[in-house]
């Protein structure tokens, strides 16, 4: 979620300015971008609340944060209504601070933001259903050997309904972890580790397995492996991304009314697999 909003920002001022335009033709108009994520079984964990910044000037999320927002998330098939709470030590962050606040399955939701500068945000999003893991070649809790010359690893997992793809991950949760050496990858300011969360790759909607060769894997010690069914919303926005990808992108489709971001659910499927590597 953190590595979204400067994204989005940047692409909100590519998509505005454009080739065409220079500087002097480009007229700035602050907007709030919203990144949330519902996720089905918790209450919601963060919801982010920036202004763009003008391209010419640094940006600072902190510098730029929505402090002073009045922010609820309202079920539109459900009886429900949480009031989220700003975060003053992550300037921008809403949380729900009601554990009994839990996002259901299948069941629709709108996020209303009313700023203190009067503008007004809205969206929605479903949440897609429960789902399980069905087969892995890795065995939950195990130790496993780290070799590249071993065939892939195969994950596969029962349909959910009302999403847009799957996301499997891979997490590395050790916080200090042991990065496994390869032979085509430094540690320098140029190329630095890779993030912990080291595999993320969108499926088409209909297919429920995918394939983990081992040179995904980037750190040793325990790496937790799920699969997220993730709704239209952030579906779409991760299809124009990848799309877009060595190009321009224009005209970058949201789902928010008034305001831009990506505003969407996922549902983690039972039985995710953790295990244990070693060299």
């Excluded at 000037?57 to 609820?72: E, G, R, W």
């Excluded at 997220?228 to 919303?233: G, K, P």
């Amino acid at each position: 979620m953190k590595n979204l909003i400067p994204f989005i920002i940047l692409l909100t001022a590519l998509t505005a300015t454009g080739c065409e335009e220079s500087a002097s033709s480009f007229s700035y108009e602050r907007q709030v971008v919203v990144t949330g994520l519902l996720e089905a079984g918790n209450n919601v964990d963060t919801l982010k609340l920036v202004y763009t910044g003008e391209v010419d000037k640094t940006f600072s999320p902190s510098a730029y944060a929505v402090t002073n927002a009045v922010v609820k998330i309202i079920g539109t098939d459900v009886a429900f209504t949480d009031s989220l709470v700003h975060d003053p030590s992550n300037p921008g962050r809403y949380y729900s601070t009601d554990p009994s606040k839990i996002i259901l399955p299948t069941k629709s939701y709108r996020l209303d933001v009313r700023t203190a500068d009067g503008k007004s945000i809205t969206a929605t999003t479903t949440v897609p259903d429960t789902f399980s893991m069905l087969f892995s070649t890795l065995k939950d809790k195990d130790t496993v050997r780290y070799d590249v010359k071993k065939q892939v690893n195969i994950f596969a997992w029962t349909p959910s309904r009302l999403h847009g793809t799957y996301l499997p991950t891979v997490w590395s949760t050790d916080s200090n972890a042991a990065l496994i050496p390869k032979s085509f990858r430094r540690d320098t300011v140029d190329v630095p580790k890779p993030d912990k969360l080291g595999y993320r790759v969108g499926l088409p909607k209909e297919q429920t397995y995918t394939e983990l060769p081992w040179i995904f894997l980037s750190y040793y010690g325990t790496t937790k492996i799920d699969v997220y069914a993730v709704d239209e919303n952030y579906s779409s926005f991760l299809n124009q991304f990848v799309a877009g990808q060595g190009g321009e992108l224009r005209e970058i489709r949201y789902n928010i009314q008034g305001g831009i971001g990506v505003f969407g659910a996922r549902t983690k499927a039972f039985g995710g697999i953790s295990v244990y590597l070693v060299p």
